[in-house]
């Protein structure tokens, strides 16, 4: 353990008995709120995603008095609306020999065993609370002739534990989840701010006080006190410039609370999505996710022959590599992510890439529409056919689809312990902000999972915990130094980009940013090419701090001035994470490190050096963060090779 | 791929709610035919901020036509001229070079302008809050098998709550109405055996919180044309039929009191 340092802050505040019963002891050994004192208490929750919705929605329920902030004109506008796919839970509707074991096992291996077993037992536990609960509130999941729910496979699974409400199982969990927000702000429970953007954390005697907000509308920075905040803010995926992320998604919260102490916990943890519309020219500013269920009918391949310029109908069976079925013959296409992904880059880079600019490979449903009929495939994936046919311009009912890796989620954030609380007391983060439940690589159909569970299931208990000793116990007010200073910074801060008067946009600098990060740290990483990331990426923020251009004024709505700020906190988290995926020596997940693979090309781990998360603590210098430990138990599962084969 | 050249575009400026707008003229001189529609307009707001004028503010996030933020009226069409296409996914590869597109922000009077083409819809969300939910409060949810749901209706639910909420149906109305909007939430709600509860509470709620921003049916159907997800106007068809039961039912208990 190299350059890394034990940090009692690390403690994980799990309970000491065996895994399984860890949430049932947790729960019955917590400190409770009496339900007439709740509402004496004020909780901040920040963003408004599935996590931050079922937060703010849940915790009004109980009685708390919720202030919900969104940067979008609605809650509704949250990127987990984006996902595609499915909802992973343990209901074993099929028979198929599903258990939580099962799925509490499944996500472990499919991270690489770099999750932390409890909080992971927990995310299992609650999977089929979540199902019932969405249910309820009216999500139209696809349903059995006979009435009873479907589901699908997802990768890194052999049973079918998916379910899904067409290609937009997202959408409408969102929808559910906001729709139960939307009923507590009709009754007064919640206070929703939109447009109204998170731009510091304050922390007054080590806990965390309350934040400092910017209207976006008028540019006003304004601060908010609370007995606790929340930050559900999303993942850092946007690091890479071009990603599925949406447009707005940002680092922004989760650095700022880094910033004021909450340490960032594997950073170099990205999932690079093996299937999504290739680049189709220099002006690209998004990828889009064409979700891995299509991975349930459709076929991966490559022509074997490398710069083959044939039409894809026109080369021959024999002449097609469908490698995922070669390579992986138990798991095929459905493979995990980080293993489907290298492989396509593997052909790609062998020269094998189809589309115009080589830069693809086939997603092939000619077989599946020979199998199951146009009809059936329609109904499984029409919207994402669609989709595909909009972006792409070509059908993919006659032409195979054509895919490649891009940034899609982010399994690094903030460290939090068992209840979901940062480094800093009174500071909590949930959903993909949070690092806690997704090890190295995160399975399909888990994301949302963990929003739900996090906000759901999980802060509802945990949150009580930390708020039951401050009952009538003063808190301090937006008038305390501590807001008034940071609220100064802010202003400073935002009026700093407007001055510095340079040449370059913040989209310019943020393009250039993703080019470093997405060669030396994306989806393949060598010790040679993260230390030319880092010695490059402080060159090209320097510049951004000399040569950057913001036209109009911070006094009104100006979305330059937004993306500069974003842009800003992207670059300080782009060091710490080439600096984490140096540090860390080994291959796991999405994490692959050229230097450390076996004679077949597969991530080769090292558990007894690096078996533990690693939490970067604040220092002052993005360059100089210091890399604490807190070290990975396992004693329900083992430790294995990751095998798909 | 190949490119359009001189892209003429009349875009609507105006700086601030109160403040007077006008159209401006700006020349994207070469695009990619696969650009999007709105990387067309962030290759021209890369040009403004080098000559160091402001950028054309667009309301825009996911880009993946699912999240509902962009909205523009392009030449005089919600969402431009494909058919069940958001802006977002709209490729310039529908037009020719040296065509003259004329964008504007959605015009309604229940959707004030806020800056250049970004217009504030909040009107939306108070319509969802007055009874566009099931109450369910988190906890206490029987099993999700417990209520089978036949096919045809669970799929009738999710075509009327593929919904995005952009707002495309309130500015290709004539009358600025939002019924298919509101209709497209009641619908999925009211036809889903948990949603009973509260149907005729929730319809009730949401067509007068509606009334109370927008404009009235007058059964013009561009709303449908102008759809994204080409929602059908037939749940407005059931809404109606649902608020005038609810009304029938209140005006009974009116007389027991």
């Known amino acids: 353990m190299s350059n890394a340092v034990l940090n009692d802050k690390l403690h994980s505040k799990s309970p000491k008995v065996a895994v399984p019963e860890m949430w049932e002891t947790f729960k019955s050994d917590m400190k409770l709120v009496n339900p007439n004192n709740k509402r004496k208490f004020k909780i901040i929750v920040v963003g408004t995603g599935l996590a931050g919705a079922s937060a703010a929605a849940t915790l009004a329920e109980l009685g708390y008095q919720v202030d919900a902030f969104t940067f979008h004109d609605s809650p509704r506008r949250a990127h987990s609306i984006a996902a595609q796919g499915g909802i992973n839970a343990a209901k074993n509707y099929k028979g198929d020999g599903d258990s939580i074991h099962r799925l509490f096992y499944d996500t472990i291996k499919g991270g690489d065993f770099r999750a932390r077993e409890s909080n992971v037992h927990r995310l299992a536990e609650v999977s089929v609370d979540i199902i019932d609960q969405m249910v309820a509130q009216g999500v139209p999941f696809a349903r059995e002739y006979g009435g009873l729910l479907d589901n699908r496979s997802f990768g890194g699974a052999q049973v079918s534990r998916t379910f899904y409400a067409r290609g937009q199982t997202g959408q409408q969990l969102l929808l559910g989840a906001y729709q139960q927000m939307a009923r507590q702000i009709g009754l007064g429970n919640v206070r929703l701010w939109n447009r109204t953007e998170l731009v510091d954390t304050v922390v007054v005697d080590g806990r965390c006080a309350g934040i400092v907000t910017r209207d976006l509308m008028t540019g006003e920075i304004v ?3 609370a007995h606790a905040v929340v930050l559900c803010t999303g993942g850092y995926g946007n690091v890479f410039f071009l990603s599925t992320n949406a447009m707005a998604c940002n680092v922004t919260a989760a650095w700022r609370a880094h910033r004021r102490g909450a340490f960032f916990a594997n950073p170099c943890y990205t999932q690079i999505h093996p299937t999504c519309i290739p680049q189709a020219d220099e002006t690209q500013s998004k990828l889009t996710l064409m979700s891995e269920s299509l991975r349930n009918d459709g076929r991966v391949w490559v022509p074997k022959m490398a710069g083959d310029d044939r039409e894809p109908h026109l080369i021959p069976e024999d002449e097609r590599d469908y490698y995922l079925e070669r390579l992986y013959p138990s798991f095929g296409n459905l493979a ?165 008067k340079g040449t370059r946009s913040p989209d310019w600098f943020h393009r250039e940013l993703g080019k470093i990060i997405w060669d030396y740290c994306g989806m393949e990483r060598t010790e040679q090419g993260l ?102 138990e396992f004693t329900t599962v083992h430790l294995a090779t990751r095998s798909y084969k | ?18 403040q007077q707008g006008r159209f401006e003229t700006y020349l994207v001189p070469s695009i990619s035919d696969e650009a999007s529609f709105l990387e067309m307009l962030d290759v021209l707001n890369e040009q403004l901020i080098h000559e160091g004028r402001e950028p054309v503010v667009f309301d825009h996030d996911c880009r993946e036509g699912i999240c509902g933020t962009c909205s ?110 509101t209709a497209a939430k009641v619908a999925h709600l009211n036809l889903l055996p948990q949603g009973q509860a509260e149907r005729f509470k929730r319809v009730e709620a949401m067509v007068e919180t ?32 649902d608020y005038r039961k609810a009304k029938f039912q209140n005006r009974k208990s009116l007389s027991r009191t």
């Open chain 2, 1 to 18: 791929m190949s490119h359009l050249s001189d892209i003429k575009l009349k875009i609507w400026r105006q700086a601030g709610p109160d």
């Open chain 1, 336 to 500: 995990p992510r980080d293993i489907s992904s290298r492989a396509a880059k593997r052909a790609v880079d062998k020269g094998q890439g189809v589309g115009p600019l080589k830069n693809g490979v086939y997603l092939d449903f000619s077989d599946a529409i020979t199998r199951l009929g146009k009809d059936v495939v329609q109904e499984r994936y029409g919207n994402l056919f669609e989709m595909y046919e909009r972006i792409a311009g070509e059908d993919p009912y006659t032409v195979p689809m054509r895919i490649y890796p891009a940034s899609h989620y982010t399994m690094g954030g903030l460290w939090v312990d068992y209840e979901l609380m940062t480094t800093i007391p009174g500071l909590y983060a949930a959903g993909e902000a949070n690092f806690s439940d997704h090890g190295a690589n995160r399975l399909g159909a888990s994301a949302l999972m963990q929003g739900l569970s996090d906000g759901y299931f999980v802060l509802p208990y945990t949150i009580g915990n930390y708020l039951a000793p401050m009952l009538n116990k003063p808190i301090p007010g937006t008038d305390h130094p501590a807001f008034q200073a940071a609220e100064a910074e802010a202003r400073q801060r935002f009026q700093g980009y407007l001055d510095i």
């Open chain 2, 72 to 181: 523009l009226m392009i030449d005089g069409q919600a969402h431009g001229p494909q058919r069940g296409t958001a802006t977002c996914q709209l490729h310039m590869r529908k037009f020719q070079s040296g065509a003259e597109i004329v964008i504007e922000p959605w015009r309604a009077s229940a959707f004030p302008i806020i800056k250049d083409l970004m217009v504030d819809r909040a009107a939306f969300d108070r319509i969802v809050e007055a009874g566009g939910f099931i109450t369910a409060e988190t906890g206490g949810a029987p099993d999700a098998n417990l209520i089978p749901i036949p096919k045809p209706v669970a799929d009738a639910a999710m075509d009327a709550a593929a919904c995005i909420g952009c707002g495309a149906c309130v500015a290709a109305c004539p009358n600025g109405a939002a019924n298919l909007f």
């Open chain 1, 223 to 225: 601060s908010h006190a």
């Open chain 1, 531 to 632: 230390e030319k990331a880092l010695s490059e990426l402080p060159a090209l923020y320097e510049e951004f701090q000399k040569d950057l251009r913001v036209t109009g004024d911070g006094g009104s709505l100006n979305q330059t001035l937004e993306k500069a700020g974003r842009v800003d906190d992207f670059f300080q988290l782009g060091m710490l994470m080439c600096k984490d995926a140096l540090e860390r020596r080994e291959s796991c997940g999405g994490h692959f490190r050229a230097e450390y693979q076996d004679d077949e090309g597969e991530a080769t781990r090292d558990d007894e050096h690096f078996a533990h998360v690693a939490a970067w603590e604040w220092t002052g210098d993005p360059m100089q963060s210091i890399r604490n430990v807190e070290p990975l």
């Open chain 2, 210 to 241: 509606m009334d109370e921003y927008f404009g009235s049916c007058t059964n013009h159907g561009e709303c449908e044309a102008a759809c994204p997800k080409e929602i059908s106007i037939d749940v407005i068809a059931l809404m109606h039929q």
